[in-house]
């Protein structure tokens, strides 16, 4: 029986990975300790005492080390641990060790092989993949397969949830401020719209909203700018999704371009992207929704047609959920090489704890 120790597990990334591990009776066949930084000592989910997260003798006596702490523990502790000569698994949804060459970036439906190769080899570090980025490729997996992608344009609607809790907890916070403020308003049938959009205008720019974590109100509104900036005028988050496309699929010494805009929208926890593709050829639009359909269980194919749509390609449609639908899919004008799409999916599902609890799986040998 493996010993796996859990760390960050009381946080929004590991509540979610500790209720979809519960769901599914991944606890049954391991021997689990739960980790702290703040509470060593104090009864855990199963009970026994905390144990240290920053204790490097409780933590190397664990085969897997599962973090979902944040990048800040990961290079506090990490080093420490290889250094004094630990040999076992360390699965991390934080993005420190994403781009470290002794690491493989976890994505198990569309880079397994990868995966497989990383452990003959002796990888020992396995990190969940940027939000967008997973879930781009788990959408359109089936064409990146059969290598149809020249470059691809990603422009996304993150939710509140991809910045944090406290960042949701504002969003809401500002939903209400500003419902409360244009109620009487709207509840009145002879009240003017004008009037109402310039008292709901006036209340987002007088200073009032709570923007702590946003730095600027997101309810009735959007901030198209996502983590900090980097060269070319991209952001850090722009600046993702290529490097790691590239890393999940193995193709880094022949990269395929990814670039776009990254925009905090208001959803709470999904994530859409309108994408375009240039593909190396002019393939019909049936063979890629076949592509599309057929490359895992989770994506789902939603016809271009407005009540397929509404119904299922939304955040609303989509959040709790590990469906990534795939909609809105056409050729378009520039030339039929030229194809456009949409697509939804949960960040805290396949954007951020599925992947390195599927990754835990694989080191369990369970899937």
């Known amino acids: 029986m493996k010993n796996v120790g859990f760390i960050g597990w009381r946080g929004m990334v590991g509540s979610v990975l500790m209720d979809r591990m519960r769901q599914e009776n991944d606890f049954e066949g391991l021997n689990a300790t739960f980790f702290t930084t703040s509470q060593a000592g104090q009864p855990g989910p199963d009970g026994a005492p905390l144990q240290d997260a920053h204790d490097l003798p409780s933590l190397m006596k664990m085969d897997i ?121 709207a509840s009145d049938p002879a009240a003017e719209v004008l009037e109402l959009d310039r008292l709901i205008s006036a209340k987002l720019n007088d200073g009032s909203l709570p923007i702590d974590q946003f730095g600027a109100p997101l309810a009735a509104s959007l901030i198209p700018w996502i983590d900090s900036a980097m060269d070319c005028g991209r952001t850090r988050e722009e600046w993702k999704g290529m490097a790691e496309t590239n ?30 593709l240039k593909l190396k050829k002019d393939v019909p639009l049936e063979e890629i929704e076949a592509l599309i359909k057929g490359a895992n269980e ?58 390195v609890r599927r990754m835990l799986l694989i080191l369990l040998g369970r899937i």
């Open 247 to 276: 890393r999940i699929l193995g193709t880094e010494a022949h990269p395929i371009p990814v670039d776009g805009q990254c925009v905090r929208v208001g959803a709470m926890r999904c994530h859409s992207q309108a994408i375009t």
């Open 65 to 185: 080390l599962l973090s979902c702490q944040g990048g800040d523990y990961t290079k506090a502790v990490h080093p420490g641990l290889r250094e004094a000569g630990w040999k076992g698994y360390w699965v991390d949804a934080a993005s420190a060790l994403r781009m470290s060459k002794s690491s493989i970036v976890v994505l198990d439906p569309v880079n397994r092989k990868l995966i497989d190769e990383g452990l003959e080899n002796g990888i020992r570090d396995f990190i969940g993949g940027n939000c967008t980025v997973s879930l781009m490729l788990m959408g359109l997996q089936g064409l990146y397969e059969q290598d149809l992608v020249e470059w691809t344009t990603s422009m996304t609607y993150q939710s509140a949830s991809g910045a944090g809790a406290k960042n949701m907890k504002e969003l809401v916070s500002q939903m209400a401020e500003l419902g409360d403020a244009g109620r009487y308003l």
């Open 298 to 355: 989770w994506v789902e194919f939603v016809p271009n047609q407005k009540a397929d749509t509404l119904a299922r390609l939304t955040p609303a449609a989509v959040s709790g959920t590990l469906k990534v639908p795939v909609g809105r899919l056409r050729k378009m004008i520039m030339g039929p090489e030229y194809l456009t799409c949409f697509t939804v999916g949960d960040q805290l599902l396949w954007g951020a704890a599925e992947p």
